[in-house]
């Protein structure tokens, strides 16, 4: 068995203390780090997120406009049946952006997904701790 460095020890006692990890998986395999991200590939990421943010605010500004002019029952849901289509092409214009991405900087499509799709799995609330 090799000798650990005090940092390593204690993520790997960390780890066993967690019941995340096995004695025997956290000793007998090698620690190998993450590869470190290119500050190009940080950039593209952080220009891509802050796009699609700036386009979810302008739905929701939409939207909010919208229902505040409402006056009927009716009036509200085609708000709402309106948002839901702007926010399902928001999904796919972001996934094809997120595609185009990943293809300039030469990563793997499978690894990297940013979400799920947002209307894939019904909204349930949040049960507290």
């Given at each position: ?38 500050p190009a590939?940080v950039q ?58 990943l293809r ?26």
């Amino acid at each position: 068995m090799s000798v650990l460095s005090l940092p390593r020890m204690a993520l790997v006692l960390g780890l066993l203390g967690s019941g995340t990890v096995g004695a025997t998986t956290a000793l007998a395999s090698p620690w190998r780090p993450y590869p470190v991200p290119s500050p190009a590939w940080v950039q593209a990421q952080r220009t891509w997120a802050d796009q699609s943010y700036r386009q979810t605010q302008r739905r929701l500004d939409q939207l909010e406009q919208c229902l505040r002019v409402a006056r009927q029952r009716w009036d509200h849901d085609q708000c709402l049946r309106r948002d839901e289509q702007a926010r399902q092409w928001h999904w796919q214009h972001d996934q094809q952006q997120w595609q185009v991405l990943l293809r300039r900087h030469s990563l793997n499509s499978t690894s990297y997904q940013p979400w799920p799709q947002p209307w894939s799995q019904p909204w349930r609330p949040v049960v507290g701790i």
